[in-house]
């Protein structure tokens, strides 16, 4: 099994930045690709961005493109996730994910919440206009 801690959210002006922290513990050496998620009030939870571990291959949700970065430190077991030019429209609970080799999910699948077997409790970004 795998856990997952996410840290880094907070209150921010629009047009300003956050940096999101997600660190791995437990078997990590079966992760397969780790990604980030978000969910406003009354919405359904998206993908955002997603990471494959072995070839650091990403992918993007299109509204983020640009302005959002995720990657991934081996060594420390953490992805991060990197908000620039956020807008009131990005303001949600964020969550990271991360599914093993033993799922072996398709890359067309990594920003689909369905392909995902862990999950962090979450950390709240509010952007105001």
């Known amino acids: 099994q795998v856990q997952l801690v996410e840290s880094g959210g907070g209150s921010v002006q629009a047009g300003g930045s956050l940096k999101l922290s997600c660190v791995a513990s437990?078997?990590?050496?079966?992760?397969?690709?780790m990604a980030w998620f978000r969910q406003a009030p009354g919405k359904t939870r998206t993908g955002v961005a997603s990471?494959?571990?072995?070839?650091?291959?990403?992918s993007y949700t299109e509204s983020v493109q640009g302005r959002f970065t995720i990657s991934l430190d081996n060594r420390k077991r953490t992805v991060y996730l990197e908000m620039d030019s956020l807008k009131p429209e990005d303001t949600a609970m964020y969550y990271c994910?991360?599914?093993?080799?033993?799922?072996?999910?398709?890359?067309?699948?990594?920003?689909?919440?369905?392909?995902?077997?862990?999950w962090g409790q979450g950390t709240q970004v509010t952007v105001s206009s």
């Open positions: 437990g078997s990590t050496f079966s992760l397969h690709y």
């Open positions: 990471i494959r571990i072995a070839g650091r291959e990403t």
């Open positions: 994910a991360a599914v093993t080799t033993d799922r072996n999910i398709r890359a067309r699948h990594a920003l689909l919440e369905f392909a995902y077997n862990a």
